[in-house]
């Protein structure tokens, strides 16, 4: 099972500023098949990234994704308010998919 | 409109089972991978299982192999996952959702194991 690790466990931060999340998977990502998601209290994710740099429809292009291998990140060039959340990364290259534990985005 | 809606939580014992189920309108089903991920309160996501467009192969997390199955009935556009043998531990709000990609979730369902 690969095992996503990702930092900060919290991110607090100022609207305006500039966001950067790290996902570090415990072996390589098969062909960058690595998503993000974004979750707010009592909603369901909803998917911002996948293959590790494609936006999926509708999200904003203030939201980016890079890396490959181990290691991927998340980047929000300018936080807006409603990008304060918690954000997962997700490997799905292998038939067993896993997640990682989370990153808190708090307002500062 | 899409839609994704589960039912089936509730209340149980430890030991107990439950069947879940999500009803899917507004796209494709039978095309579709499927998953259910859960999530303890207040937790991060867990994957729980898989399941393949037709049905013919499916996978499982290791904490729940053997207890939980997932299947789907491509005509009724519903993915299921019947637990059994339900732990403290299994405590949490389901999610079905498209695979492996979760572009679709639905709202989500809680199951409460407890005596």
């Known amino acids: 099972e690969i095992v996503l690790t990702q930092s900060p466990g919290t991110l607090s931060l100022s609207p305006g500023e500039r966001a950067t999340l790290s996902c570090r998977a415990s072996q390589s990502v098969s062909s960058s098949q690595l998503a993000w998601y974004q979750q707010k209290p009592g909603q369901a994710p909803r998917l911002l990234i996948y293959?590790?740099?494609t936006r999926a429809t509708g999200i904003p292009d203030r939201f980016s994704g890079s890396g490959s291998g181990t290691d991927f990140s998340l980047t929000i060039s300018r936080l807006e308010p409603e990008d304060f959340a918690v954000y997962y990364c997700?490997?799905?290259?292998?038939?067993?998919?896993?997640f990682g534990q989370g990153t808190k985005v708090e307002i500062k | 409109e899409l839609q994704l809606v589960e039912s089936g939580g509730g209340l149980v014992q430890p030991g107990g089972s439950l069947r879940l189920s999500c009803a899917v309108s507004g796209f494709t089903f039978s095309r579709y991978w499927m998953d259910w991920v859960r999530q303890d309160p207040g937790k991060g996501l867990v994957w729980v299982s898989r399941i393949n467009s037709d049905g013919s192969s499916t996978s499982y997390a290791d904490s729940v192999k053997g207890r939980f199955t997932i299947s789907r009935d491509n005509a009724k556009n519903t993915l299921y996952l019947q637990m059994n043998s339900l732990r403290d531990e299994d405590t949490a709000v389901y999610y079905c959702?498209?695979?492996?990609?979760?572009?679709?979730w639905g709202q989500g369902t809680l199951v409460t194991v407890s005596s």
């Open positions: 997700q490997q799905y290259g292998t038939s067993r998919q896993t």
């Open positions: 959702a498209t695979s492996p990609i979760s572009d679709y």
């Open positions: 293959d590790a740099s």
